[in-house]
């Protein structure tokens, strides 16, 4: 077990867990065992990450992850959008919500722009903290390779976002996926549109499975 091996862990809920919400780290014995007492149920219990030092610069008081939704259709992978995630100093979340702030990330992995809030504002002090915008460029394309080899393997959910970090040893370690309600605000708020070219084939699937429902429903009225 997790617990027997760790001496610091990381419980939060699995269910209805957003927005860095109940994410707790134990860092002693005596603090693992109040787990059950904190979490009665529906919980998970990760080991700590020790996250890349480009990473860890940003802010190490947090795991600072990837954000990155992918869609699988007819046995393809397709990566909508993505941004990086950096927690506010001495937060353990890096949720925008909870005061982090985040980057645009393109599709060849550099990072865009500067620091922003939930709100879409610059964060002051962060528009230079990404010197070179490639730095993480190779890190990305192995995370990109990990969410194509996982994504079908769940193929009922059509599009999922990951949360993914990059350990001290530049491989990528998956957070959580999210399945329900994953959240378009904060990237729209960082990257406005989506400009990667297959958002358009996503609209026309939309499009398609919109008719085909109103096309059911007129039929289920004809019936009643």
């Not at 990330?105 to 990404?130: F, L, P, S, Y």
């Not at 096309?215 to 019936?223: E, K, V």
Request: one cysteine or more.
């Amino acid at each position: 077990m997790v617990l027997e091996r760790e001496h610091n862990v990381i419980a939060k809920p699995t269910i209805d867990s957003g927005l860095g919400k109940d994410v707790k780290l134990y860092s002693s014995r005596d603090e693992i065992l109040s787990i059950l007492d904190d979490y009665s149920s529906n919980y998970i219990v990760q080991r700590v990450v020790e996250q890349h030092d480009i990473l860890k610069e940003l802010n190490s008081s947090s795991v600072n992850t990837f954000r990155i939704m992918s869609w699988f259709n007819d046995g393809e992978v397709y990566i909508l959008t993505a941004i990086l995630r950096v927690g506010a100093p001495g937060s353990l979340i890096d949720n925008a919500f909870a005061g982090g702030f985040a980057f645009c990330v393109k599709e060849d992995g550099t990072i865009t722009g500067q620091g922003r809030n939930v709100a879409g504002r610059i964060v002051e002090g962060t528009e230079n903290m990404i010197s070179d915008s490639n730095a993480l460029v190779n890190y990305y394309e192995k995370i990109i390779a990990s969410i194509k080899e996982m994504h079908p393997q769940l193929p009922h959910f059509g599009i999922i976002a990951w949360d993914i970090t990059i350990d001290k040893e530049g491989l990528p370690v998956l957070i959580e996926y999210n399945l329900q309600n994953p959240g378009l605000h904060v990237i729209q708020a960082l990257c406005y549109v989506f400009e990667r070219p297959v958002c358009e084939k996503l609209f026309l699937e939309t499009k398609r499975r919109s008719d085909k429902l109103k096309y059911i429903l007129q039929g289920c009225n004809q019936i009643v």
